[in-house]
């Protein structure tokens, strides 16, 4: 018998033994530790409608609190007052209306310190009506990276709880606070003015959309204008380089353009500046001078003219009724009815009436000019809306330049030449449908 051989057995027996015994009774790590009889304890369960106050506490930060002002809104009451940014509160509400660990680390728990607990890395403050105020702690992350450890003040315990409701909870004041440069509700504005290098512009809602006010008769641009509003009404504060600084940079600043936004509500006004590639701005809906998106910027960096009507026509993609062309000696009129097209009596190629339709839809304005309309060469009129709507441009051809006015208006629009040299070949070229003979 190998004695040897039966002794090294005896000895890795042994060794095992001990590692065995001692795993079973040391005490664990805590991520280690053993689960509770509740698969997902409840820490914490909040009526959010009856909740009055959040206090926010972390680490080398002052205290930010909420409290439920007037119609159930959110105000930051310290460390300054500020508009409280609704959806991020109601998230963190959502969080707490019942919060639950992922498991329990310890039920009754003698040293805080080592889960990161004391001090905590973020305290939340939770008072409510006749509830009192209660304290959740949130501490270290745990050492696989997707818990944080979490206790209740008073409650012998300490949970895990899944990372995302340290993210939801721990808010910084920046994260709290609205960053809405205008507390305006974009479908309430009714009246817009931009002011810019001297000149005043006013845009006011109508049933339709929007329309050019001030200089008056001038057809507008409803997708520019419309993209304006919700510039301004979206437009949000920059706090990722802090506030420190921001009024000095405004001061220094070229201006670039004053908005007055008019609602229900009443007037409020942004003054936007650009320095080097920066911009600031100074609201009435804020106090003091904040840093901007550049968006802002360019979408108030603009003139009269990029809020104007730069098509021809107004019938968008509403299918005209009757399209009349004159260019020189020649004149074509095709009438529609149904998906019919026709011409002095007899049925036309559709097809071909629609690539006109789709040239006259087509003439846009490069720029808009003083001078330069002469006798009218091309004159076009479409028939739309039912015949509620008739417009008629006329076309001045001068060399390699073209342009046109709508009858009755006195703008002038300078078209590239070759928009309008098609024309009358694509009139020309509509021709009669064929019919088969006996």
């Known amino acids: 018998m190998n004695f040897r051989g039966l002794i090294v057995a005896v000895v890795i027996l042994a060794g095992l033994g001990g590692v065995l015994y001692w795993s079973q009774h040391r005490k664990p790590p805590a991520d280690d530790a053993a689960t509770s009889t509740s698969a997902t304890p409840v820490i914490l369960k909040v009526n959010t409608a009856d909740v009055t106050q959040l206090t926010v506490k972390q680490k080398e930060a002052d205290p930010v609190i909420l409290q439920k002002a007037d119609a159930n809104k959110w105000q930051i009451t310290e460390p300054k007052p500020y508009r409280a940014d609704q ?119 109508t049933k339709g959309g929007w329309q050019i006010l001030k200089p008056p008769s001038l057809r507008e641009d409803n997708t520019a204008l419309s993209q304006l509003v919700s510039g301004l009404t979206s437009a949000r504060i920059d706090l990722s380089a802090g506030t420190s600084g921001a009024a000095t940079e405004f001061a220094k600043g070229t201006p670039i353009a004053t908005a007055k936004v008019t609602a229900d509500s009443g007037t409020q006004t942004i003054e936007v500046r650009k320095n080097n590639n920066d911009y600031y701005a100074k609201s009435s809906g804020i106090d003091g001078v904040v840093k901007v998106d550049a968006s802002l910027g360019t979408a108030l960096d603009k003139n009269l003219d990029d809020f104007r009507n730069k098509k021809l026509f107004d019938f968008g993609f509403d299918e005209p009724t009757k399209i009349e062309l004159h260019s020189g000696s020649q004149s074509w009129v095709f009438t529609r009815s149904g998906q019919d097209w026709s011409s002095e009596g007899k049925k036309v190629d559709a097809s071909s009436v629609g690539s006109l339709v789709s040239k006259l839809r087509d003439l846009t304005a490069v720029k808009f000019v003083t001078s330069g309309f002469t006798h009218p060469e091309i004159e076009a009129t479409v028939t739309s809306n039912d015949g509620k709507r008739v417009e008629k441009v006329l076309i001045s051809k001068s060399g390699q330049d073209a342009v046109a006015k709508r009858d009755g208006e006195a703008t002038v629009y300078q078209l590239d030449s070759t928009s309008v040299d098609d024309l009358a070949k694509l009139a020309g070229d509509v021709k009669p449908v064929a019919t088969s003979g006996k």
């Open 87 to 205: 959806e991020t509160v109601a998230g963190m509400l959502s969080t707490l209306s019942g919060l639950s660990a992922d498991r329990v680390v310890e039920d009754k728990v003698s040293n805080l310190k080592q889960y990161g607990l004391d001090p905590p890395a973020a305290e939340l403050d939770i008072t409510g009506k006749g509830q009192g105020t209660r304290q959740l702690l949130l501490g270290d992350d745990t050492p696989t990276g997707s818990d944080v450890y979490a206790a209740l003040a008073g409650d012998p315990r300490v949970f895990t709880v899944s990372s995302f409701n340290k993210t939801s909870l721990a808010k910084s004041l920046n994260d709290l606070r609205d960053k809405s440069l205008l507390t305006i509700d974009p479908d309430k504005v009714s009246r817009v003015e931009l002011i810019r290098k001297g000149q005043e512009i006013e845009f006011g809602r």
